[in-house]
């Protein structure tokens, strides 16, 4: 069975555009999570998708970040009018139950903005 | 507030030699414990987890764990490291409804 996938892999962008991350996770599992990990931190979370539940955004560091998830399964993380900061390795995660379930991370989007 | 402390940045080890990483948490109720690896260009794998029972875990690869409430912590082991077990180790801990905190990773660099 496939696992979590992202895409891209890699993205360039330059400040001030906007970007897309996708990710696909693991069919059936009904928990979806985006965490952050900038070099030499640790993973930093960003939102948090259960079912048809309000998602926890509680991590989203401005209002720059958005991320939606349809039909319980694709989930798209946006973020607007980059800055330098935001460059980063974008991981997704997904797991069957309630947090703090196992979770099964993709390989991840390197966003780097010029 | 749940936390987690990796307080090594890196490790270094030769190859064969026994590998001991310490990873100490904070939460007020017993806590849901994890250990991830992530190698180069990869995502993070789940090697073992605590929810509860034995406090000694085994895991993926040849490596345990053993939580110890006393000490708050839950270090990772494994008694002869492979050339392959160089990547990045995360710590991380949840309980509760809460949504798993990560430390900041442990490097681990074998020397063959």
């Known amino acids: 069975g496939a696992g979590v996938s992202q895409s891209p892999s890699n993205k360039v962008t330059e400040k001030g555009k906007d970007v897309e991350l996708r990710c696909d996770p693991i069919?059936?599992?009904?928990?979806l999570y985006w965490y952050r990990q900038s070099l030499g931190q640790g993973l930093e979370f960003l939102i948090y998708?259960?079912?048809?539940?309000?998602?926890?955004k509680s991590g989203l560091p401005s209002d720059r970040f958005s991320a939606e998830r349809t039909g319980g399964s694709v989930s798209t993380l946006t973020i607007q009018r980059t800055q330098q900061e935001d460059s980063a390795v974008y991981l997704c995660?997904?797991?069957?139950?309630?947090?703090?379930?196992?979770?099964?991370f993709g390989p991840g989007t390197r966003l780097t903005v010029l | 507030a749940q936390s987690v402390t990796q307080p090594d940045i890196h490790i270094t080890v030769s190859e064969g030699a026994s590998l001991e990483l310490r990873c100490n948490y904070s939460y007020g109720a017993t806590p849901y414990l994890f250990w991830y690896v992530q190698s180069p260009g990869q995502g993070l794998q789940l090697l073992l987890k605590y929810f509860s029972g034995d406090t000694l875990v085994q895991g993926i690869k040849g490596f345990e764990a053993e939580f110890k409430r006393s000490q708050s912590s839950f270090n990772l082991r494994k008694p002869s490291v492979h050339w392959s077990d160089a990547a990045e180790y995360f710590c991380?801990?949840?309980?509760?409804?809460?949504?798993?905190?990560f430390g900041r990773g442990t490097s681990l660099i074998v020397h063959p």
């Open positions: 998708f259960q079912g048809n539940s309000a998602p926890d």
């Open positions: 995660a997904s797991s069957i139950g309630l947090p703090p379930s196992e979770q099964f």
């Open positions: 069919s059936g599992h009904t928990a």
């Open positions: 991380a801990v949840g309980g509760g409804s809460y949504i798993p905190t």
